[in-house]
């Protein structure tokens, strides 16, 4: 009898023991699950602009982390109910980090952020938080008032063009960067800017850029996301300055440069912080000192003493020797909105709502 206890006891425990590795091999099963992270585009893919900068920073996450990540994206998604729906889903569907990347996804990323509090959520260029929302954007203002440099070196008709998407503060200090930036090297120029209301449209870009083009702009740029300016510059005979991404393909004799955004090293670090459990809701705004965005290498065109002024430029904003927003600085009506000497305080920036002098023309209602 004791010995068919024993058999019994000893049966249970290899039974036991059996159990316990099957359970670890479920666990590390499951630890090795890859994190599933969702993306929320506003253009297409393919627009070479700021849904291609993003995703080929998706990519770049995926080829640095590997099988630790599964990624899925949505592209043309409109900014409002459509976002919310499509931001809903990727929460619905298992994904652990959610990027939600245009400025119009900032209410609906919080509404769905409520409903799903253990999943974490990024909005790019927004600027509120939750617990488990964080924002992130790069300066690029710092490569507008480069691109503003380059601009003022190489105009003839001292008269630049730029084709403004919708006029929210990011856009009005890109605007405002790049007028400061062309004004430091060549106090004649004046800035001319068409609204097209829209981050994405071919046609309405090329038509903006053309007007601009007929007003005496000889350098256009823009803060939309097509190639479309670059197009009409390259069929006209004038220069363009790219955003978003190295277009020059687009324009290979009008294309000066770029101002090119680098999502990728972002992408992976916040990754491997909800893998490791040190993800944090945080407002990240890096800029050329940190590599999070930089020019495109220049045209051929551009000679040899602007590339040298615009490098000295750079250098000067990464060793925080300048601000592009250093005083003195007068808004149109001539009213100081910086002093002589001080730099702007980060919360006006984030609201800015005003053209400097130099911008000609009027902020639409």
Same mark, same amino acid.
């Given at each position: ?15 036991? !023991?059996? =159990? ?13 699950? @890859? ?9 297409? !893919? ?8 993003? *995703? ?25 109910? *459509? %976002? ?12 652990? =980090? ?9 209410? &609906? ?14 909005? %790019? !260029? ?14 690029? #203002? ?22 403004? %998407? ?13 007028? =400061? ?25 090329? %038509? ?9 702009? *000889? ?7 097509? @190639? ?37 090293? =972002? ?58 927003? !250093? ?12 002093? *002589?000497?001080?730099?702007? @305080? ?8 005003? #053209? ?7 902020? &639409?209602?």
């Amino acid at each position: 009898m004791f010995k068919s206890s024993l058999k019994k006891l000893c049966s249970s425990l290899a039974i036991a !023991t059996m =159990l316990v590795g099957v359970s670890a091999n479920i666990a590390i099963a499951e630890d090795k699950k @890859p994190l599933k992270i969702g993306f929320v585009y506003v253009g297409p !893919t393919g627009d070479a602009g700021w849904t291609y900068a993003h *995703d080929k920073g998706r990519k770049y996450m995926v080829d640095k982390l590997g099988d630790k990540v599964k990624t899925t994206f949505v592209e043309s998604v409109a900014e409002g109910a *459509d %976002s919310a729906r499509v931001i809903q889903q990727l929460a619905r569907s298992g994904h652990d =980090l959610i990027f939600t990347t245009s400025f119009g996804y900032m209410n &609906p990323t919080l509404k769905v952020a409520k409903k799903f509090p253990k999943v974490k959520f990024e909005h %790019s !260029t927004g600027y509120k938080r939750a617990k488990n929302v964080g924002t992130y954007f790069d300066r690029a #203002y710092e490569g507008r008032y480069l691109a503003g440099v380059t601009a003022g070196l190489m105009t003839k008709t001292n008269t630049l063009g730029y084709v403004g %998407s919708f006029p929210i503060p990011e856009v009005m200090r890109g605007i405002n960067a790049f007028t =400061l930036g062309a004004l430091s090297v060549n106090p004649k120029v004046k800035v001319k800017v068409v609204w097209v209301s829209t981050w994405y449209d071919p046609g309405k870009e090329r %038509s903006a850029a053309e007007t601009l083009i007929l007003q005496g702009s *000889d350098v256009l740029t823009q803060h939309t996301d097509s @190639p479309g300016v670059i197009n009409a510059a390259e069929a006209k005979g004038v220069y363009a300055i790219g955003y978003n991404s190295d277009m020059s393909v687009y324009g290979p004799k009008a294309h000066l440069t770029a101002i090119v955004h680098n999502w990728g090293p =972002l992408y992976v670090a916040k990754a491997e912080a909800v893998i490791n459990g040190t993800w944090k809701s945080e407002d990240i705004w890096d800029g050329l000192a940190e590599n999070a965005l930089d020019l495109a290498p220049f045209n051929s065109e551009v000679p040899q003493t602007v590339q040298d002024k615009v490098n000295a430029v750079k250098a000067a904003i990464i060793n925080g020797s300048l601000h592009p927003f !250093t005083g003195p600085i007068v808004d149109q009506s001539g009213t100081t909105k910086v002093a *002589d000497g001080k730099v702007i @305080p980060t919360g006006d920036l984030m609201g800015m709502n005003w #053209y400097v002098k130099g911008v000609d023309g009027k902020l &639409p209602n």
